[in-house]
């Protein structure tokens, strides 16, 4: 099993949206298919962006980098120099 969970996770990533926006993840199948796009990056050759990645799965590392906010999720309408997923 995978720490932290995905209702963790969706809380960590919607911590910073402001109070009456709409959050960023609103769902399981979102934080999966973002978690999931991360993770065949970092297949491709990406670097991770967390410092123990090595030994890790890159699923682990996906969800380590969403948690710690090294990665964030950008909705359809942001456009800003952060890795968008």
């Not at 199948?29 to 990645?53: D, W």
Request: net charge negative; glycine share 8%; no cysteine.
């Amino acid at each position: 099993m995978i720490h932290p969970s995905y209702t963790e996770l969706m809380q960590k990533v919607n911590n910073e949206v402001e109070l009456g926006d709409e959050p960023v993840i609103n769902s399981r199948y979102s934080i999966v298919i973002a978690t999931a796009k991360r993770a065949r990056q970092i297949i491709g050759g990406a670097e991770p962006y967390v410092s123990n990645a090595a030994g890790k799965k890159p699923l682990s590392i996906a969800v380590e980098e969403l948690y710690s906010g090294d990665v964030k999720i950008l909705g359809e309408d942001d456009t800003n120099t952060e890795e968008e997923f």
